[in-house]
């Protein structure tokens, strides 16, 4: 048996096509790089005083760094550097042991508040890096301190 349909009874054939479907938007490039100059910037305002021959300070200093690391953990591959300095008076080798103790401090404070350890690197740097040179005594109060470098990629 063979069926005919006269050409007058057939309708258009239309094919439904689903509605194009836009690609995901690629990030913005430099998103990421924003991300870290812009924290990088709030780090460099960032210093945590230390007393004489001191390896921690007070809660009160940490808040803004506790700040800053919340920060950077929304940015996806930046860590955070902890940088000792130290101040120029007393031995060169105890000078470099508590720059890297005060910045081991720092980073292990904001272990215990959560941040990734991952995305820290602690530094000492004994004496050379000085804020200010003059004379001993009050100036030698700037030299100890740690400071923060955001990274834009993971050590």
Same mark, same amino acid.
């Given at each position: 048996?063979?069926?005919?349909?006269?050409?007058?009874?057939?309708?258009?054939?239309?094919?439904?096509?689903?509605?194009?479907?836009?690609?995901?938007?690629?990030?913005?490039?430099?998103?990421? *790089?924003?991300? /870290? @100059?812009?924290? %990088?910037?709030?780090?460099?305002?960032?210093?945590? !005083?230390? #007393? +004489?021959?001191?390896? $921690?300070?007070?809660?009160?200093?940490?808040?803004?760094?506790?700040?800053? *690391?919340?920060? /950077? @953990?929304?940015? %996806?591959?930046?860590?955070?550097?902890?940088?000792? !300095?130290? #101040? +120029?008076?007393?031995? $060169?080798?105890?000078?470099?042991?508590?720059?890297?103790?005060?910045?081991?401090?720092?980073?292990?404070?904001?272990? %215990?508040?959560?941040?990734?350890?991952?995305?820290?690197?602690?530094?000492?740097?004994?004496?050379?890096?000085?804020?200010?040179?003059?004379?001993?005594?009050?100036?030698?109060?700037?030299?100890?301190?740690?400071?923060?470098?955001?990274?834009?990629?993971?050590?």
């Amino acid at each position: 048996m063979e069926i005919r349909i006269a050409p007058e009874a057939t309708a258009p054939l239309t094919v439904a096509t689903p509605d194009a479907v836009p690609e995901p938007a690629a990030p913005a490039l430099g998103a990421e *790089a924003d991300c /870290v @100059a812009t924290l %990088d910037a709030l780090a460099a305002s960032i210093t945590v !005083p230390f #007393d +004489p021959y001191a390896v $921690e300070t007070t809660s009160g200093a940490m808040a803004p760094v506790v700040d800053l *690391a919340q920060r /950077v @953990a929304e940015c %996806d591959t930046a860590y955070i550097v902890v940088a000792g !300095p130290a #101040d +120029p008076s007393g031995d $060169e080798t105890l000078n470099l042991v508590l720059s890297w103790q005060r910045a081991e401090f720092v980073v292990t404070h904001l272990t %215990d508040t959560g941040f990734d350890r991952i995305r820290l690197e602690a530094i000492g740097f004994e004496s050379r890096r000085p804020i200010s040179e003059g004379a001993a005594g009050a100036d030698d109060t700037l030299n100890r301190r740690v400071d923060f470098i955001v990274r834009a990629e993971l050590p």
